[in-house]
């Protein structure tokens, strides 16, 4: 049996596994231990494996995904999302449709002290929806910007996921981090843009509420002081190489703790709760981060990823076919699986091919990022949806109205590629400016 075609079986192997229900990290681990070991030895095999998750578990980058998953829980203790919320409504709730783009704008701002796109919909859709459907809005476009709003957790730095490809592709967590900001902001305006013409067109979606004053408007602008600090001292102080991604997200985090203790929302009861969450994500991102190594190490020694790499090269495509190609690849795979999966599955095949055609990782990042958020919030079985879906069922929301709301939002996502695919300046500018 060639190791090509060891390659191969492992890969279709690994899909079964994942279709009957297994977790993706023991995955990971026995597909690409048992693999390496067929085509190495065991006793190899049994060396690789101790040797990856040792170098693993020892990697700085990785450090940094605790840190901002504690960060996302304390500033939902603190009630930084309300305020943040408050003050953005209190700004736009005025104009057609709002109220929704208010929601919009405040899971972007939710997801710069957030790692976590679940998160993001989740808290958005607690804070927002009573105040939707309040004042009379549509449904399907309250809850389809509800999860809209999730794509922007993992979209707008930090996401665990942006951690998670950094590692896997060896790039700078720093960099990419700055190169998604724009794409997210961007996508953050053109859904506002869209939420305003449907309201515009069908003023019964989302109606405008009274006005604010200016001088309430003024007072209610202190919501945002806080996120807006998050923001500035952690993009500015990675921007101008004051600080590293680790710093900076310590930093941030100590700043959101001494937040909720200063709002007296912080207790020995919702702190430890905070803790156990971030405990459990972070082992479970972990296992898979190691299973996801070792079977990057299987993909090497079989020589199936060279081989991709090889009969890319055949297809006398340039390097921007190529990553239309994967783009659709992702469309595919994307919808029945989720982001971090398909992420760890996916890279350690494509990266050589990548390489070979002198792609631009951070842009490639980029737009896989944005691939797997649309492939979320696209029917029938988007993360993101069902999320929503549950936590509006007890308002007598259905399932196929949060479907019909989402419609619009995947469309915005898509031309939002389309436009980052046509100009990677979007996504590599700010690196260009950085003074390391």
């Known amino acids: ?32 231990s048992v693999g390496f070991a067929i085509i190495v030895g065991l006793s190899q095999a049994l060396n690789m494996v101790a040797l990856t998750a040792g170098s693993t578990l020892s990697s700085l980058t990785f450090a940094v995904l605790p840190v901002f998953l504690i960060m ?33 704008v405040g899971a972007s701002l939710f997801s710069c002290v957030s790692g976590s796109s679940v998160a993001c919909a989740a808290v958005m859709t607690r804070v927002a929806i009573p105040n939707l459907l309040k004042h009379r809005y549509d449904p399907g476009l309250a809850t389809g910007a509800l999860v809209a709003g999730g794509t922007l957790g993992n ?47 069908n003023p019964s979606l989302g109606p405008g509420t009274s006005g604010a004053t200016w001088k309430e408007k003024f007072f209610a602008t202190k919501g945002l002081v806080p996120v807006v600090i998050v923001l500035i001292a952690f993009l500015g102080g990675i921007q101008f190489g004051v600080f590293t991604p680790n710093e900076g997200a310590s930093v941030s985090t100590v ?13 020995g009861q919702n702190l430890l709760q905070a803790f156990k969450s971030t ?52 469309f595919i795979i994307g919808i029945p699986m989720d982001p971090l999966p398909m992420l760890v599955l996916t890279i350690p095949i494509f990266l050589p091919v990548l390489k070979a055609y002198h792609v631009d990782l ?75």
């Not at 890969?11 to 990290?25: E, K, N």
């Not at 007890?394 to 399932?399: D, L, T, V, Y």
């Open 279 to 330: 405990l459990v994500t972070t082992g479970m991102v972990l296992a898979i981060l190691v299973g996801a190594q070792i079977f990057n190490v299987l993909m090497t020694v079989s020589g199936l990823a060279q081989a991709l790499a090889a009969w890319a090269a055949g297809l006398h495509l340039s390097g921007l076919g190529i990553v239309i190609l994967i783009m659709v690849i992702y």
């Open 155 to 201: 979209i707008v730095p930090p996401g665990g996921v942006l951690v998670v490809y950094a590692i896997l592709t060896e790039v700078s967590l720093g960099k990419f981090f700055v190169a998604c900001y724009l794409p997210g902001f961007l996508l953050t305006f053109m859904y506002m843009v869209q939420i305003y013409i449907q309201c515009k067109l």
């Open 72 to 104: 996302g829980e304390l500033g939902d203790i603190s009630g930084m999302m309300n305020e943040a919320y408050d003050a953005t409504n209190t700004w736009l709730g005025k104009i057609p449709g709002g109220l929704a783009m208010a929601s919009v």
């Open 255 to 267: 700043f959101v703790f001494l937040y909720a203790l200063f709002r007296k929302t912080l207790n």
């Open 362 to 436: 951070y842009w490639f990042g980029v737009l896989a990022i944005m691939q797997f958020e649309m492939a979320n919030i696209t029917p029938p079985v988007g993360m993101y949806l069902f999320v929503v879906a549950h936590m509006v069922k007890p308002r007598g929301i259905s399932m196929s109205t949060v479907f019909r709301g989402s419609y619009p939002f995947c469309i915005t996502c898509a031309l939002c590629l389309v436009l980052l695919i046509a100009f990677p300046q979007i996504s590599t500018f700010m690196i260009s400016l950085m003074e390391w």
């Open 1 to 32: 049996m060639s190791h090509e075609l060891v390659g191969g079986i492992a890969i279709g192997v690994m899909l079964l596994l994942l279709f009957i229900g297994l977790p993706i990290a023991i995955c990971l681990i026995l597909v690409g």
